[in-house]
């Protein structure tokens, strides 16, 4: 299969009509649906490599031989964070063919309705909910199996919200831990309903979460195999994989800029290929907007000293980064949890295989333990902390950017509605460093789901392989800090409830001596990671209001440079975002046809 991947003599110094800049998950779903049409020539160019049928990939519990690899994860690095005990976070990213859909955790969540159509609301036609349900279904295949896993854990999901003849294979695992039933029913203790339609835009409650192994193979279903494989035959497209993109070639054509191409280095030598039609970026909401700087294009106060010629002022690259962080409840399980240390062990694997007899391949983790809850369901400090948000945005009004505060007063709609979920608890089975070998270990990952702060990621060199600054400002806003400690309080609550505590040894994080707010708020800023749904670095929003892209995602300034990936999204979604992913490319897609009238 790797053999029918491109040379690059196949591509140097040729022209096609789409460049496609990244093959991850927005790309690859871009260049399948672009070269549907024979009479378009279409090249994707992917600075990682192919990872045709590795098993690091494929195998559900691959991920874990692959995280923080780098021929596998680009492991960019956080500048120290001032609000969060000075910490620079590691924020993985997938690289190679499928990006990070290839490195995800599988999980298959779709937002809220109110987080999408809050894109329309700030300038931009046509990104809504019901256009955005309709693409994101386009992408998906729902596939019903007979479950194995413990019977009171649900498989709950109405057909009319789910997609049916899509490349994505989506599915129930039918294994499990054995936490994540205990804690629904711990949850409904204090009164979380299970959703039965947690795709259909209403998302607060409690469900297992569809993933993207397949039924039919056990193998993950990822960009690569789902949208690339199928089409890589097609005689108008090109995949170039180790092909590492530094800048785009512009030329001035009247007012606007004109990309001519893109410059590249495979095996050390530079090369350039041409666009007929248009240079479209897909590498991801990290790499696109340093791209764009590398070509002059972003704000001079940081190109000028770095010896870049400014070719369009455009202050929006790079801003506007938004970042949803969590925080770790570890906990040690009784015996009969499974987590993932515990299955490096042959023969509890295969233990575990002989009472699953309906089991088709390994028995794998999938993490599938989904809550989605409005701040309002469990705090009593909730009021509080809405109120002390609205006056530090009124107070800070006069002092942000244009456009800022319309952003900041839709989050605090969002906030006020109780109907529109604030945080995720997720009943996590993977443990990298059980604190005892051989013992089952379950993480509560408490994450915030539309985090006010805003931060940037710009280049620190014109030297295209030095990595970028990344500083998401994490806490900057109080709020997001009052947040995670009041859903951290809600999550222990929970894990101290039957029939949840029964199955628990002990609370190994923050642990026993933590008991007050303050302490509480001290281990939280200790003990953060990403949960790696970065968005907003080339927004799309009218240019006057911070934007970088316009409802058809064309770079402002220029004819024909359009972002095609998480990038463009103006502000936190409470989902995981591979589902965004896809639909942005798939929405995408067709605006692009219809523009070209192909
Ligand atoms: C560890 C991890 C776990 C996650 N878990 C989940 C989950 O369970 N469920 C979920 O829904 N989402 C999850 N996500 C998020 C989701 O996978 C991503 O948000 C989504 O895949 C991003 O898609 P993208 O197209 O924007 O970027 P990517 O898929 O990251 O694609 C960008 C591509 O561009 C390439 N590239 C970058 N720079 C260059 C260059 N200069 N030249 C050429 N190519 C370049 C990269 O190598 C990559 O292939 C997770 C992400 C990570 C990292």
Redesign the pocket.
Known sequence: MESRLSQVADISGKRFDFVI???????LTLANRLSENPNVAVVV????KAHIDDLRILSPNG?LQQ?MQPEY??KFSTVPQGHAANSALV???????????????????RPQREDIDAIERLGNPGWNWDRFHEYSKKSEKFVPVVAASPSEYKDLIEEKSVGSNGPIPISFVPTSSGAEAPYQKSLAKHGVQLSHDSLSGETTGTWKSL?VVDPETGNRSY?SNAYLLPVIDRPNLKVLTE????KIVTLRDGGELNASGIE?ECNGRTYTVYAGKEVIL???????P??LELSGIGDPAILEPLGIVVQKDLPAVGANVRDKLYTRIVLEMQDGIVSSNLLKDPNFQEKLRSSHPNLKGPFTLA?TGVTFLPVQAFSENANAIIERCAEKISADASAYPPGVKEQLDIQLDLLKDEAVPDTELLVTPFSFAPPIQGRPYIILAVCVSHPFSRGSIHIQSAD?KVAPLIDPHYFEESVDLDIIVEATKFARKVAQTEPFKSITVQEVVPGPSVITDEQLRDTVRNNLST????VGSASMLPEDKGGAVDATLKVYGTKNIRI????VIPLPIA???????YA??EQAADIIKAIHNI
């Open positions: 800049v990244g093959g991850g998950t927005s790309g160019l992917e600075a990682g991920w995280i994860d680009w924020w993985s990213r997938g690289k190679g063919l499928g990006g990070s859909s290839a490195l995800n955790l599988m999980l298959w969540t993933s960009a092909a590492y993109v530094t590249f897909s590498a991801g909401a990290i790499k696109t340093t791209i993490m295209p949960i790696w749904h970065t095609v990936d998480l990038s989902s995981h975002t591979q589902t965004v992913a942005i490319a």
